[in-house]
């Protein structure tokens, strides 16, 4: 792996597709690569949709002078679909025949291509004519994995049509995961970017190189097992785990946590629902209630835009004054894209309220910060259920998606101070952040997979 050898060096490409949940593994991921001498070129679609994606960008590259970034402008088009980020991701997809020429104009030439798995049936056929290898970074977990690559057979055999919500989905003799935890856009009768994707993406993912999954081995042996088993598919493409990728320098800003810094170790809970789920003004009012309740210390994020191009709205016209004075008492509000590292890399945090993204999943367990979850839409059920299984956190099913109920302030604030109360919790919490760091250590087993493909891109 080293010059020494002869050899030449790896260079990788890599493509991320559109959102904040997507674009922070390849950064990681391209930020783990140069560390172990692997030249990186990394390829943003333009403009991005989000300005927090383009300053991440920004910052990114200041800090990685040796990563070269090379901008894919994409074709104007119209928009046709209400989401904006699916939208952009169409858009990359529709303007992937501009790819080729940028990749052979890379030099040295490339060893390995990693583009995202929403990407996969519009770029795996690109780098099939031209005979570079493809790999697929998959940015959610692997249980959702098991999905994905078992759902155009699920979907032709209509056996998700005939299940009740309790029932568990099975292919051929294996369990998959209970009807209920499913993204409804998958079970819908209407298309929709998702099925899309579902049934596109994960026939083409099967002919790539191998899968990169932000995950670990102890986190999510038994999905892992099943793929690479063959239980899932006859015959799947190699999946290796890399997880937990860990954040960057400079993914920490020099934010001024004064606050955070006067509160006592583990006492503070993160209240965040990512970069994407703006929850409805009402449910916002009843979550703010019911902080103020538990009497916990907190860190809120507080969104009312899905994109923050469009954040204008004042906080307090959603919340409303009296109560917006009783929680700057108790707690610290932030209504933006915070550096969820600051905080939760932070020792006075303890508990994270969260939506359940996969980066914030592997986020928490890499700080060993327990969670409380509240999966919103997506794969977030599929992904607390992990959570909470492992032990890493606790999760209310009866509240349900995003929008099916107004879970009251009461409830909440009860259910805050059991997560915050917990010791069993908090102890196996810091155990996982024990594993996370181990699997990725020297001799982990996500240090191994990796090294064993950066290995063989060496010699491409
Ligand atoms: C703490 O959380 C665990 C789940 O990991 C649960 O089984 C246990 O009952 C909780 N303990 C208390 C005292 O609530």
């Not at 999954?213 to 986190?219: D, E, G, K």
């Not at 600051?342 to 327990?370: K, Q």
């Not at 509240?374 to 099913?397: C, F, M, S």
């Amino acid at each position: 792996m080293s010059a020494s050898g002869g050899r030449k060096l790896a260079h990788v490409a890599l493509l991320p597709s559109a959102g904040m949940g997507h674009l922070t593994p390849f950064l990681r991921l391209a930020a783990l690569l140069v560390a172990r001498n692997v030249q990186v070129t990394f390829i943003t679609p333009h403009p991005t949709v989000s300005l927090t994606e383009s300053q991440a960008l920004s910052t990114f590259f200041a800090s990685f002078p040796q990563i070269k970034q090379k901008q894919f402008h994409l074709l104007p088009v119209e928009k046709n679909s209400f989401d904006p980020f699916f939208n952009h991701i169409e858009l990359i997809k529709s303007s992937s025949h501009l790819l080729p020429p940028l990749l052979s104009a890379l030099t040295p030439s490339l060893s390995a291509f990693i583009t995202d798995m929403t990407l996969a049936s519009a770029v795996i056929p690109i780098t099939q004519a031209i005979s570079l290898p493809n790999y697929v970074l998959f940015t959610s977990s692997a249980k959702m994995m098991t999905l994905f690559l078992s759902y155009p057979t699920l979907a032709g055999s209509r056996v998700l049509d005939d299940l009740e919500e309790t029932d568990v989905i099975k292919i051929r003799n294996l369990e998959l995961m209970p009807k209920s935890l499913v993204p409804p856009p998958l079970l819908q009768k209407s298309d929709n970017f998702l099925k899309k994707s579902f049934m596109e993406d994960s026939g083409k993912v099967t002919e790539s190189s191998g899968i990169l999954v932000n995950t670990f081995v102890s986190f999510e042996f038994e999905s892992l097992g099943k793929i690479n088993d063959g239980e899932v598919l006859e015959r799947p493409p190699a999946v290796v785990a890399i997880g937990p990728l860990p954040p960057y320098a400079s993914e920490k800003s020099r934010l001024q946590l004064a606050w955070l810094d006067d509160q006592p170790a583990g006492s503070v809970l993160y209240v965040s629902f990512g970069s994407r789920t703006a929850l409805a003004r009402d449910q916002i009012r009843e979550l703010g209630v019911g902080l103020i309740t538990s009497g916990s210390r907190f860190v809120w994020v507080v969104k009312n835009n899905i994109v923050d191009k469009e954040d204008s709205q004042e906080l307090e016209e959603v919340i409303g004054h009296e109560l917006m004075e009783r929680i700057n008492e108790k707690g610290l509000i932030v209504k933006s894209w915070v550096h969820q590292e600051d905080i939760l890399s932070h020792p006075a945090v303890g508990g994270f309220l969260s939506h359940c993204g996969w980066n914030s999943v592997m986020e928490a367990a890499w700080h060993g910060v327990r969670i409380l979850a509240w999966p919103q839409n997506g794969d977030q059920k599929v992904n607390a259920d992990i959570v909470e299984r492992i032990g890493l956190g606790t999760w209310v099913r009866s509240w349900g998606w995003s929008g099916e109920m107004l879970v009251n302030g009461a409830e909440i604030a009860e259910r805050i101070r059991a997560c915050m109360g917990n010791e069993s919790l908090r102890i196996q919490a810091l155990g996982i952040k024990e594993d996370a760091r181990k699997a990725v250590g020297f001799g982990g087993s996500s240090d191994k997979g990796l090294t064993e493909l950066i290995g063989m891109w060496n010699q491409f």
